[in-house]
């Protein structure tokens, strides 16, 4: 299973960017399709996931300005982000778990992307 993330860039507060991952090879029936991001010094954190089921969660500090979405016949998953701030800033990952149980946990993916730069200036 390959993960590979598109769509960062740099950006102003109050812009939007859209992120793209897909995900090609063996992928299982049920999935989860995760996004994470991390800031210089600091850990890896959840920002929102999609399962095989449609569900999806988010971290509070995003809601009602991300907006996670797939399209199953891509395998492709999308991550609107909108209303960005300078602390939106971060190496943004995708990654993909063959469970669609436990979403906001990193160590419960299974497969990584190399992360897409997303840097939002005031």
């Known amino acids: 299973v390959q993960v590979l993330e598109s769509g960062g860039g740099s950006v102003h507060t109050g812009d939007s960017l859209k992120l793209s991952c897909t995900v090609s090879?063996?992928?299982?029936?049920?999935?989860?399709s995760g996004w994470f991001r991390q800031a210089p010094g600091e850990e890896r954190v959840f920002v929102a996931a999609i399962t095989s089921t449609g569900r999806t969660e988010y971290t509070n500090s995003v809601k009602g300005r991300f907006t996670v979405s797939e399209d199953k016949i891509n395998h492709t998953t999308f991550l609107e982000m909108n209303n960005l701030q300078p602390e939106d800033t971060a190496l943004y990952y995708c990654a993909h778990a063959r469970q669609k149980t436990l979403v906001r946990v990193a160590g419960a993916y299974d497969y990584w992307g190399q992360g897409t730069q997303v840097t939002v200036s005031s």
């Open positions: 090879g063996n992928i299982a029936m049920n999935y989860a």
